[in-house]
Structures are given as C-alpha cells and as structure tokens.
T-cell receptor
Framework: TQLLEQSPQFLSIQEGENLTVYCNSSSVFSSLQWYRQEPGEGPVLLVTVVTGGEVKKLKRLTFQFGDARKDSSLHITAAQPGDTGLYLCAGASGGEPGTASKLTFGTGTRLQVTL | GAVVSQHPSRVICKSGTSVKIECRSLDFQATTMFWYRQFPKQSLMLMATSNEGSKATYEQGVEKDKFLINHASLTLSTLTVTSAHPEDSSFYIC?????????????FGPGTRLTVL
C-alpha cells in the first residue's frame, strides 16, 4: 500500500508569514499533484509536477518534486487569509498498460492564515 | 474548461434506502472516472475506478455490491449506495480524466454530502 505522509498536519500562521508543507513517501510516482480543498467542496488542482527535481511557481506558491520522485514540497510566500484551506498532495501511479493511473492522496495539511 | 459536476450536492435519506449520485464531465470526454470518499477531517480515499463500457474496479475493502457503479457514456458515471446505513454517511467526490490529455491529471467534482439517518 502506498502512503503519502504530509507534514505538518495543521498550521496556523499570521498573514505575511512564509510556510512549507512536505509530502513524503517511500514509493516512486510518475507524477505528483497538489490540490487545495475548501470545506464542502471538491479539491481544486494547483499544479502537476512530473520530472524529478522539477520546480514550478504559481504566484506566491512554489512546488518542488524530489529528485527520486518520492517526495514534494509546497512553499507559500507571504501567506494571505485567502490561502486558508486543506492542502493535499496526490501521487499518480500507473496500473496495467492502457489503464488510467490512480491517485493516492496524502494525509492533508490544514492551513489557517489569520490577519 | 475541464468542469466536472455532481448531482445532488447533498442528500439525506433513511437507513435502508438507496441513493444514486451522478458525476458528469461537462466539456470533455472521460473514459475513466474515479469515485472517492472523504470522512470529516480526513483525506480522500479512492473507492473505485469507473471505466466506460466495462465493469468498475474496486479498491480493497470496498463492497462492490453495496456501491454500484455504472459508466454508461463518456460523460456520465453514477454511484449508487444500496441499502444505506448511517456509517455510509460521508462526502462522496468523483473525478474524471480528460481522454484527450496524456497526463495523470484528474478533475474533481464539487462533491456530494450523504447523510443517512
């Protein structure tokens, strides 16, 4: 069974602070995705990283995929209240040839940004 | 683009009844859709992979006779929770892969909150 551990589980910070969320596994993934989920809604895709060592930036968010494609990090600069939500990483792994890859979701990091 | 809808958004039913949840890809075709369950303050757990025109593939521990999945077209998959019980109360989320895109990206629906009394 593939497991994706996220840390920290909970994070409460003030507006303007920086933070990093980690997503770790002992398994190798073909790609890794980061989502943000608001209460009562489905996850919204933030980014997909595919290549080991890849770094992607999305405004104040920086995503990195580990060289071995087993782990990833999400760094938020100058957090804002609008960043509040549940952040989920998800690793994709292929099944049988010709079948769609399945996503294994991380344990989640709940972020609260206060004024 | 890449919008997935679910209906209903929330449903309350009595114990022992069956509930059907629809998942539609609105602007793309999806040969594969996925059904997840999310309990409060927990992450998403994959229940099954829904394949258009063939039987669904269920994850270990998920009862296929209780959670019936039908994927009759390239834009619609349904999940029927049969003989629902209070422990089936959860947030059910579907996702779909765009068959025209060769990545692992899944687009998620807004979820369905099921409450079984």
């Amino acid at each position: 069974t593939q497991l994706l551990e996220q840390s920290p589980q909970f994070l409460s910070i003030q507006e303007g602070e920086n933070l990093t969320v980690y997503c770790n596994s002992s398994s190798v993934f073909s790609s890794l995705q980061w989502y943000r989920q608001e209460p009562g809604e489905g996850p919204v895709l933030l980014v997909t990283v595919v290549t080991g060592g890849e770094v992607k930036k999305l405004k104040r968010l920086t995503f990195q995929f580990g060289d071995a494609r087993k782990d990833s990090s999400l760094h938020i600069t100058a957090a804002q209240p609008g960043d509040t939500g549940l952040y989920l990483c998800a690793g994709a792994s292929g099944g049988e040839p010709g079948t769609a890859s399945k996503l294994t979701f991380g344990t989640g990091t709940r972020l609260q940004v206060t004024l | 683009g890449a919008v997935v809808s679910q209906h209903p958004s929330r449903v309350i039913c009595k114990s022992g009844t069956s509930v059907k949840i629809e998942c539609r890809s609105l602007d793309f075709q999806a040969t594969t859709m996925f059904w997840y369950r999310q309990f409060p303050k927990q992450s998403l757990m994959l229940m099954a992979t829904s394949n258009e025109g063939s039987k669904a593939t269920y994850e270990q521990g998920v009862e296929k006779d209780k959670f019936l999945i039908n994927h009759a077209s390239l834009t619609l998959s349904t999940l029927t929770v049969t003989s629902a019980h209070p422990e089936d109360s959860s947030f059910y989320i579907c996702s779909a892969r765009d068959m025209a895109v060769s990545t692992d990206t899944q687009y998620f629906g807004p979820g369905t909150r099921l409450t079984v009394l």
